[in-house]
């Protein structure tokens, strides 16, 4: 059973940072592609960033430039840094792993920017 447990969140002014962190059991970091997504409020889920098992990375047209995906495979951690924060960023930051053809999602952490 995959678990993951996403911290990290918070209010923060526009243009201020954050780190988002998803803590996973464990090889699922190593072995499968993993994702953050974001949900804001009366809106469809959407895609922000993909690792890849590899270590390849994509990013959603609103966030490139400004996030960073990374992953340590030591710590079971996925990360998700985000610069430059606009107001429009606000939503629920979930963590996803694709494993073995099967999705699991974790609860999600809350990300304010005003």
């Known amino acids: 059973h995959v678990q993951l447990v996403e911290s990290g969140g918070g209010s923060v002014q526009a243009g201020g940072s954050l780190r988002l962190s998803c803590a996973a059991s464990e090889y699922t970091v190593r072995n499968n592609c993993m994702g953050w997504f974001r949900q804001a409020p009366g809106k469809e889920r959407e895609g922000v960033a993909t690792i890849a098992a590899d270590g390849s990375t994509s990013f959603a047209d609103s966030v490139k430039g400004r996030s960073t995906i990374s992953k340590d495979n030591a710590k079971n951690t996925l990360y998700l840094q985000m610069n430059s924060l606009k107001p429009e960023d606000t939503a629920m930051y979930i963590c996803?792993?694709?494993?073995?053809?099967?999705?699991?999602w974790g609860q999600g952490t809350q990300v304010t920017v005003s």
């Open positions: 996803a792993a694709l494993v073995r053809d099967r999705e699991y």
